[in-house]
């Protein structure tokens, strides 16, 4: 089955940087699109980016595409999400997602949760002001 396991979480200053990771196993993941969601306490997921495993295209959400940047590696079966200057309401738990029906209509990303069938547990990320 598929599993997705995140990691690179921690306590963090504002202005700095980090990765995260997601690493994926128990499939081929070619027709799939992964994603980033971040949650905090009390809210809905909210969508991050999300990447075409196969082609490596990215989208994100608009307010966060000038600091985030998606990628995967192949060989390692391995999303990441890489922050730039870190903003304290980046704090939130992030976890991965899988979509398996992306290539059923390529080039459009899904931003719902509802819409991801596998989930990573998450990782908790804090920025400190």
């Known amino acids: 089955q598929v599993q997705l396991v995140e990691s690179g979480g921690g306590l963090v200053q504002a202005g700095g940087s980090l990765r995260l990771s997601c690493a994926a196993s128990?499939?081929?993941?070619?027709?799939?699109?992964m994603g980033w969601f971040r949650q905090t306490p009390g809210k809905e997921r909210e969508f991050v980016a999300a990447?075409?495993?196969?082609?490596?295209?990215?989208f994100y959400e608009n307010s966060v595409k000038d600091r985030f940047t998606i990628s995967r590696d192949l060989a390692k079966n391995t999303m990441y999400l890489q922050i730039h200057s870190l903003k304290p309401e980046d704090t939130a738990v992030y976890l991965c997602?899988?979509?398996?029906?992306?290539?059923?209509?390529?080039?459009?990303?899904?931003?719902?949760?509802?819409?991801?069938?596998?989930w990573g547990q998450g990782t908790q990320l804090t920025v400190s002001s």
């Open positions: 997602a899988a979509d398996p029906t992306y290539l059923l209509r390529p080039g459009v990303f899904k931003t719902r949760p509802t819409e991801y069938e596998y």
């Open positions: 128990g499939r081929t993941f070619s027709a799939y699109a």
């Open positions: 990447i075409s495993w196969a082609g490596g295209r990215p």
